[in-house]
């Protein structure tokens, strides 16, 4: 395939994975939840206690950027920031139940949409998009020239 090409495919799967986020944001939880929130909500819900620089970093947002965002997270009721024990300095971030729901909900329609894209493949296509993905982010995780591998 020429690299051209190979591009433009990227490009247009990433472009409408992109439009599948942001439509999950905007219909399947009745909340004003933003794209950037969402992925902060599924970051924290990753992450065992992370920290605000943990998910700031897995996200590469800047930390006054993301603070904005933690901040309306906190008062819509989604979001709870909790000084370190041993550091004050350090706020740790975790789901409220809301959180967790909303968290949940987004997880369920993502996963609806993702199931009804591949539904038009044959099993073993399905499988072979899954195991290609799933090569595909190793290697992109191994290699020298990807600017800002996630963790």
Do not use: W
């Not at 490009?11 to 439009?19: I, P």
């Not at 998910?55 to 590469?60: D, F, S, T």
């Amino acid at each position: 395939m020429e690299s051209n090409n190979l591009r433009s495919v990227f490009q247009m799967v990433v472009r409408r994975f992109g439009f599948l986020n942001e439509r999950c944001c905007e219909s399947c939880c009745g909340e004003d939840v933003s794209l950037v929130q969402s992925h902060i909500i599924y970051e924290i819900s990753r992450q065992n206690e992370p920290s605000m620089q943990d998910v700031a970093g897995e996200l590469g947002l800047d930390i006054t950027t993301f603070s904005r965002q933690v901040k309306a997270l906190v008062a819509q009721g989604l979001v709870k920031k909790t000084p370190h024990p041993l550091d004050n300095r350090v706020n740790i971030l975790s789901l409220t139940a809301e959180g967790k729901r909303i968290e949940e909900n987004i997880n369920q329609e993502m996963n609806n949409y993702l199931n009804q894209i591949l539904s038009h493949l044959s099993e073993y296509e399905r499988e072979s998009v899954i195991r290609s993905m799933t090569l595909l982010d190793d290697a992109m995780r191994k290699s020298e020239n990807y600017c800002c591998p996630p963790k």
